[in-house]
């Protein structure tokens, strides 16, 4: 198994397919790793198609007792999740710095905005200002439909309630489309929404 | 402490500085640290004046047991470091995408290229060719001197030998200036390095 929780199967034709595992202990934590999973695919995918070079940043970890016994060399006995000071993914697109947090709710009517935290907002706002492409990529589980949204209109939205209307994703985001040979191509859709 | 290893003091007079925290258990571990802070604390002087937005990515680490104590709630009881897949830092620069690696030699006359995994290399060669600048800064410790080099002079060199001579820095690459406010200005020799 792979650290991004997917497997990689060899067929004897030459065919490579990622296949999700589905090994955690939270039911709930899993629904997520398998939203992120397909999105780490989907980046491997456009690597291999040297289309986007783009990853997922490890999860800062606060490593705070390393054992150091001959039996367990370099392993970590105390250490704790750190918040992150950034976003979930960056890389590079058609020569442009991008930047995204991953979301996902189970939410129908809207996206509750404390999902994403204001220093990940004023992070994507800053990027933007920057001449990148900052956006957020929110998973609407129980519809299974999948939207880029700028992080312009998230922080509009930010500033006056809680959360962002379904219908925002659908008029002013774009929606990502699912697929087999790339999970969820949401390059297409960035594309789209930036004229690329 | 912050997670960079550094303490920020805030003056009375309304000024901050950073300090950098000497708090190591290995020496030569420490003196890594020091060069990995004092990028750490340029790049968030570049963030207060709004110039770049560069970030050093999160030690890659595979989580194995979580202890589920009251007293120790999200610990981490059994974990082991990974080898990055990537490189230390990325972020946006003049609206470009820039992706380094950081590394100190106590060799005077040349980097050896063992310090720097081949896929590290690819991943750079992969950046520049997509319009991002790709480079590594190395620190050549009893020299104290800091240069800049571009990833394409690393690949050139890593395919005919096994490490850099110090005068390929020096010719091709581009000295880092160190300072007080600013502790590594490494974007200006980025700028004269890449005419930007």
Known sequence: M??????????????KKTIIANKTCDGNKNRGMNFEAEINMSNEYYRREDRAFVYKKPTP??????????????CISEAYFEQPSTTDYNGIYKG??????????????????????????EHLININRHGGIGFIIVHFKKLNEIYILDVAVVKEYSLVRGSIPYDVFVN??????????IRLDYLQAVDELYNL
Not at 61 to 74: A, E, F, Q, R
Not at 172 to 180: D, I, R, T
Request: glycine share 8%; aromatic share 10%.
């Open 172 to 181: 002013k985001g774009k929606k990502v489309k699912q697929g087999y040979l």
């Open 2 to 15: 792979k650290k991004d929780g997917t497997f990689m199967i060899n067929y004897p034709n030459g065919i």
């Open 61 to 74: 970890i606060k490593v705070v007792k390393i054992t150091n016994k001959k039996s367990l060399p370099g």
């Open 96 to 121: 442009k710095y991008l930047d995204f947090e991953a979301k996902e709710t189970l939410n129908k009517t809207s996206f509750p905005l404390a999902n994403i935290h204001p220093h990940q907002i």
